[in-house]
Structure formats: structure tokens, C-alpha cells
């Protein structure tokens, strides 16, 4: 990906006169933003490697697999977060991993965690660059240095088990790679959250990702069967059955363990074959609790929908705003939900069916397939838009939790009140990305006025909203994982006693606590 946005300079999108309007009637945007510097303009801190680290790790990998060019540095700076890109904008010097090590055995990770345990070298696995919580920050924890573990050369499919419906895919590979590899098998993870197109296997583990057809197919923790993982205190080979009764699940420690136990190297996950048939269907409700009561029935009904969203009143605006033209629908009005089906032609035909009767029956109003189609077509392009709004000198920022459906709409008003109470003028947009039969994810994004210190303000609002979250008993993350910036919130979370459990195991498994410093563990 560009180093100071979001994925492929080619794909960037322009922001319509529809919504520069917007922003200069709402927020008061009406200019560009003073532009950071170029890739060749950016002054890193030097490196903090002496000579005998570098050759160390060049002992464990080849020198071929360890830069300390600024070159390679830059790009593992952090994640992709707004406050990460704005801080790319910086003029003055920035923080960057001290080096970039890429290992492509297990045995030369345990080689790389043996150099650093040994030199006092924090180390921060890297798999795509998505995160948008602080969990690639480059920080050393106290430790000489920090490099970043790229783990791009674990990129195989290893094995197809066709019979049991497995696959073990290598930790390193893309979301797309993964799917072309098992499409030429006729084969499918499905597994497709907005960070798809750079996201990797190994990355969508330690987060506890959740994809967009999670209706359908599972977050991607459901789908893990099985993990191997090096620690500095050895291999781990996690999952031997389908389900067993021997003792805790370990693989739990490790599925959003976020690179501080372990380097996952690669994973077994449940796969499908490839559906037959896709089917389409959108849906208009006059308000956000219609809408929200109506995706409860068929979640707990048990419809089937592959995917099902619900975006609120302004996030349904906007869309259309964005959108020149949507399949020769109707116009929408209230708030907008998406519903699409996969597999046989009589499955998929009976569970529309049943969805499309219970969504009637709450108040529904159904659009045809045009705008489900039209959110299908741009679903991983929001973070585009995003960077063209910080270009034009608005900030956008993303936050997501979840609660029980009984808590949600006080958990919605409790987080809106306190992005707007933080950022007044703001626009806040929400949506309800996952859906499980006790309760649902609400996914919000706010819109506000650069100004002039935008990085402080978001730190303000970013504090607000999580007190609220955990205030009304939302959880401080669904899917987008802990990092360094809801670290903060962890002890109220899960406890004191879970915060030493979390300790305890961290300093069995890596004592010198070289893995990911500064995050996930308070």
C-alpha cells in the first residue's frame, strides 16, 4: 500500500461536487489541507541497530531478508488508522521500526525471536499494514530497538483437505491471494472485511477479524481450526479435532493475541465450496429501531442471510450522495439495509424467501437488488474516500463495539452524544455491520473539521467515545482489536484479574518481552 494512505494510488477517488457541498454546508471544509511531505521528503529517526545486531539478524534469515534502508522502514511506520496518517504528515522526524526482517521458515522466526530476546530487540510482526488501532506502532518497550517481522514469505497454500472442508494457508497471505488459491481448488473461505485487499491471514487471527459476510460464514475466529505459532519459549501446534474436551482451548490465547505471545505462521480454517448462486435484496425502514428490530427477527429466526447491514438515517444520505446512480432503484428513504445470499439455487431461493417475509413483516420496504449491488461494488473503498476527505481538510475516523440488542440503542446514543459533545459540528454516521442472535456490532464514523490540531481533538473524542462504550456495556472493540489505543480500556474490559492472567501467560511464553510492546496488554 502508499505509505501515507490507503491502498492503491490508482484506485484514489475524487470527492464529487455532491460532497464538497456537503462538507462546506454541514462541517465548514471548503479548502485542501496543507500537504505533507514526499516519501523522499520524510526524516526517520536513525536507526538504532549497531552493525553486530544487523549481522546477527542476517545470520538468522540471510542478508538478503534484513534492511535498515529508510526505504523499508517508512512503510511499517504503524497502521493505517487516521491519526497514523496524519502523523505520515509530519515535517519533523517520525518513529519507524529500526529494521525490517523477513523470515520465511519457522525455524528462522525462532532464529529472529532468539537474536532479539537476546539483544534487547522489541519486535513487531507485520502482515499487511491495516490496523487501525495502534497495532503496528514501532515501539521498543523500554528494549534497544524494534524491527518489524514482515511475514510476507509465509504466502502458500499448504494444505486442501477436500473431504473434511480444511484448508491450511500460510499466515503471510493476502485476503485475495487466499481466495485465488482456493478458487483454482473451487474452494472458499469467504472471509471479507473492508480491509480484504492487503489484510493477511495471519493478521485476521490476531485481531479477531470479522468479515463482512459474517452472517453467513462467521467471524474468522469461527472459522479457525486449527493454529501453529513461535513464541520465544517455543512452537506451539494448536487443534486437533473439530471440537475437544481436553482441557481450555489454547487456541483462544492466541486469536486476538495481536503479535504480543506468539508469531502465528499459520492457520487451518474451515473453507466451502465456492456458491452456485449469489442473490440480492435491499430494504428501506422509516427509522433505525425498525430496522434494527427487523435484522434481530432474522437473526434470530435463523433466515440465512449470507450478509445483512443496516445503515442509519445520515450514513444512508450520505451513501446515496456518494453513489451517481444505483441500479435504477428507488429513492431511499429512512434507512437503508443490505441483504445477500450465497449457495445452491433452492437454498438460496428458500432462505431469501424466508428473510424477505420476516423483513416485510417488521416494516420493511423492499428496493430490489440494485442498491445492495451498488454496496457490493464498493465495499472495500471507503478508506479512499476517507483520505480524500482528509485531503480536502475534513477529518473521518471509524469506531466499532458491540452489546446485547437490548443495550444498543443506548449504547448508539451514548457514543453519538459523545463524538458530538467532542467534535461539535460533527457529522456521525452508524451502521450495524454484524449481527449475532443476542445482539449486534454498531460501526460508527464521524466526519468534523480538520482543524488546527486535529490529532489532540480526535484523542479527545477517541476518550469520550470509549467511556461511553464501556459506560453502557458495549465491549471497546468487535473487530478492529485492542492495539495501543484501546489499551487504555482493557482493565475495565476484562479486570484486574484478567489483565494478570493475560500478564502471566505473556511471561511464560515471552519473557524478555521482546513481542509487540505497548499493546493489547495493559
Request: aromatic share 4%; proline share 6%; with cysteine.
Amino acid at each position: 500500500m502508499k505509505w501515507d494512505a490507503w491502498g492503491d494510488p490508482a484506485l484514489a477517488k475524487e470527492l464529487s461536487a455532491d460532497i464538497k457541498g456537503l462538507l462546506a454546508a454541514a462541517l465548514g471544509v471548503t479548502g485542501d489541507a496543507a500537504p505533507g511531505p514526499s516519501a523522499d521528503e520524510v526524516v526517520l529517526h536513525p536507526s538504532r541497530l549497531s552493525a553486530e545486531d544487523l549481522d546477527a539478524l542476517a545470520g538468522a534469515v540471510g542478508k538478503e531478508h534484513v534492511s535498515a534502508a529508510d526505504a523499508d522502514r517508512l512503510p511499517r511506520a504503524g497502521g493505517k488508522s487516521t491519526p497514523d496518517l496524519l502523523r505520515r504528515r509530519s515535517r519533523e522526524a517520525q518513529d519507524a521500526p529500526d529494521a525490517v526482517v523477513l523470515p520465511g521458515s519457522e525455524q528462522e522466526v525462532a532464529a529472529v525471536l532468539a537474536v532479539c530476546a537476546e539483544r534487547r530487540i522489541a519486535v513487531v510482526p507485520f502482515g499487511g499494514g491495516t490496523s487501525v488501532v495502534g497495532g503496528l506502532d514501532p515501539e521498543r518497550g523500554g528494549l534497544a530497538a524494534v524491527v518489524s517481522l514482515d511475514l510476507r514469505r509465509f504466502d502458500g497454500l499448504l494444505d486442501l483437505d477436500e473431504t473434511s472442508g480444511e484448508a491450511v494457508l500460510g499466515a503471510g497471505l493476502t485476503g485475495p491471494a487466499a481466495e485465488e488459491l482456493l478458487a483454482e481448488r473451487g474452494w472458499e473461505l469467504g472471509h471479507y472485511p473492508q480491509s480484504f485487499r492487503y489484510a493477511t491471514i495471519g493478521g485476521f487471527a490476531a485481531t479477531r477479524s470479522s468479515g463482512q459476510d459474517s452472517a453467513g460464514y462467521g467471524r474468522f475466529d469461527e472459522m479457525v481450526r486449527g493454529l501453529r505459532v513461535v513464541t520465544p519459549a517455543g512452537v506451539l501446534d494448536l487443534g486437533r479435532a473439530p471440537a475437544s474436551a481436553a482441557g481450555p482451548d489454547l487456541r483462544q490465547l492466541f486469536l486476538g493475541s495481536e503479535g504480543t505471545l506468539g508469531v502465528i505462521t499459520a492457520v487451518r480454517l474451515r473453507v466451502h465450496p465456492l456458491p452456485a448462486v449469489k442473490a440480492y435484496e435491499a430494504w428501506s425502514f422509516p427509522d433505525f429501531a425498525t430496522g434494527t428490530a427487523a435484522l434481530r427477527a432474522v437473526e434470530q429466526q435463523g433466515t440465512g442471510p449470507t450478509v445483512i447491514r443496516l445503515s442509519d438515517e445520515a450514513e444512508t444520505m450520505i451513501n446515496l450522495a456518494m453513489t451517481e446512480q444505483i441500479g435504477g432503484a428507488p429513492a431511499v428513504s429512512g434507512c437503508l439495509a443490505v441483504t445477500v445470499f450465497e449457495g445452491g439455487a433452492a437454498q438460496v431461493a428458500a432462505r431469501q424467501q424466508l428473510t424477505r417475509d420476516a423483513l416485510l413483516a417488521a416494516g420493511g420496504t423492499s428496493l430490489g437488488e440494485g442498491p445492495a449491488r451498488a454496496w457490493e461494488h464498493g465495499r472495500f473503498s471507503a478508506p479512499y474516500l476517507r483520505d480524500s476527505l482528509l485531503a480536502a481538510g475534513a477529518l473521518c475516523e471509524t469506531l466499532e463495539t458491540a452489546a446485547s440488542w437490548s443495550r444498543l440503542p443506548a449504547l448508539r446514543a451514548a457514543v453519538t452524544e459523545a463524538l458530538t459533545g467532542a467534535l461539535p459540528g460533527s457529522l456521525v454516521l452508524c451502521h450495524v455491520s454484524h449481527v449475532y442472535p443476542t445482539g449486534a456490532s454498531l460501526y460508527f464514523t464521524v466526519v468534523a473539521a480538520l482543524g488546527e490540531d486535529p490529532l489532540t481533538r480526535w484523542g479527545t473524542a477517541k476518550r469520550a467515545a470509549g467511556d461511553a462504550i464501556l459506560r453502557t456495556g458495549g465491549t471497546i472493540s468487535h473487530h478492529h482489536a485492542v492495539g495501543a489505543d484501546h489499551r487504555p480500556w482493557m482493565t475495565e474490559e476484562i479486570g484486574d484479574l484478567g489483565v494478570r492472567i493475560l500478564r502471566a501467560v505473556k511471561a511464560e511464553l515471552d519473557p524478555a518481552g521482546i513481542l509487540n510492546p505497548g499493546k493489547l496488554i495493559p
